[in-house]
């Protein structure tokens, strides 16, 4: 038997109140039930409601899109240390082209480019939600307002294109998203402060994978983004330990 999704149903999915899907349903600005349970009691397909939904609103897990970016700007940022950090075992032969430390590198900048795309998919339905909420209040279908997110943080925004009559797109600010500077290490940098800022990062990930995975609300992508970050943690301390046996070991290391 299909199961018809209630009011209350529909408020969950579209996350906004009851009372502005009734309002709406009063208004006239919702599409008509499916079915209909006595007089009192509608109900809709999830076909239907779904034509509601912003069109990428499945593309990403539940969760909170400002800890989305801020954790994919971490990762970029953690990444770039990496790979400035990884010139203190310059003189370690093999140490500074490990194939584990490059493939670490990939990892967070792979995971880092999922979260920056879920931020900017949930900043933007944040935003249509708005219009909705926006379209009830005054009783059209207009735009409305979207210079706040339905997820409590700010959204700057302005348009862009329609100076030739066409359908203006708005440019909206992801709070969170930074971008990350390229960075160069300096020229004294040892081999036991590379392992220490390695060490460091490492602790860095668990500390931001605990974040992320607090803001995620779906437990496959928490289970996920967990395993990865804790894996390149792991890596990194290898890496330290690893040079700093060298380093050791080596009459042409550098002097610690």
């Known amino acids: 038997m299909e199961r018809f999704l209630s009011v209350t149903d529909i408020a969950d999915l579209m996350q906004v109140?009851?009372?502005t899907v009734n309002g709406r349903i009063r208004a006239g600005t919702f599409p008509a039930p499916d079915a209909m349970i006595g007089s009192r009691y509608q109900?809709?397909?999830?076909?239907?409601?779904?034509?509601?939904?912003?069109p990428h609103a499945h593309q990403a897990p539940?969760?909170?899109?400002?800890e989305f970016a801020r954790g994919a700007t971490m990762l970029r940022r953690i990444a770039e240390e990496m790979s400035a950090y990884?010139?203190?075992?310059r003189n370690?032969?093999?140490?500074?082209?490990?194939?584990?430390?490059?493939d670490a590198e990939n990892r967070l900048h792979a995971l880092a480019s999922k979260l920056d795309r879920w931020a900017r998919l949930l900043t933007v339905a944040g935003a249509w939600h708005v219009?909705?909420?926006?379209?009830?209040?005054?009783?059209?279908?207009?735009?409305g307002d979207a210079s706040s997110s339905a997820f409590g943080k700010p959204v700057n925004h302005t348009e862009v294109g329609g100076d030739d009559g066409s359908a203006t797109l708005e440019t909206l600010d992801i709070p969170g998203l930074e971008v990350v500077a390229a960075l160069l290490p300096p020229q004294n940098l040892t081999v036991a402060d590379a392992a220490d800022a390695y060490r460091r990062l490492a602790d860095e990930l668990e500390a931001g994978s605990a974040r992320l995975c607090d803001a995620c609300r779906d437990q496959q992508t928490r289970d996920k983004i967990r395993t990865e970050m804790q894996s390149v943690a792991t890596v990194l301390r290898t890496l330290a330990e690893?040079?700093?046996?060298?380093?050791v070991s080596s009459a042409g290391g550098l002097t610690r």
């Open 17 to 19: 109140s009851v009372n």
């Open 43 to 54: 109900g809709w397909k999830a076909s239907t409601i779904d034509s509601l939904l912003p």
């Open 62 to 66: 539940d969760g909170e899109p400002y």
């Open 86 to 89: 990884s010139y203190g075992w």
């Open 92 to 102: 370690l032969a093999g140490e500074s082209r490990r194939t584990d430390r490059i």
């Open 131 to 143: 219009r909705l909420i926006a379209d009830v209040a005054d009783g059209s279908p207009a735009r």
């Open 242 to 247: 690893s040079a700093v046996a060298t380093d």
